[in-house]
């Protein structure tokens, strides 16, 4: 199945903006704040480079297919 999900850690929050990484893949979904009524967006990060995107990307579960093969 390809159905896979991103699976949100615990949301650390920042005077402008959140951060939760995704337990499955490293991936951080950034939550900016800036004044204004639409000083609002999200941003998707991995290994310290932006992912430029319309839609959440993907989540490839890789930290769960390292796991597998240590196991
Ligand atoms: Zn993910």
Redesign the pocket.
């Known amino acids: 199945m390809s159905s896979?999900r991103?699976?949100w850690g615990e949301k650390i929050r920042f005077p402008l903006k959140t951060e939760q990484q995704?337990v499955?893949?490293d991936?951080v979904k950034v939550g900016r704040r800036e004044g204004g009524p639409a000083g609002y967006w999200d941003e998707f990060w991995r290994d310290e480079e932006r992912i430029h995107c319309t839609a959440t990307p993907p989540?490839?579960?890789r930290r769960e297919a390292v796991a597998v093969a240590a196991a």
């Open positions: 896979t991103h699976k995704c499955r893949c991936m989540c490839d579960a």
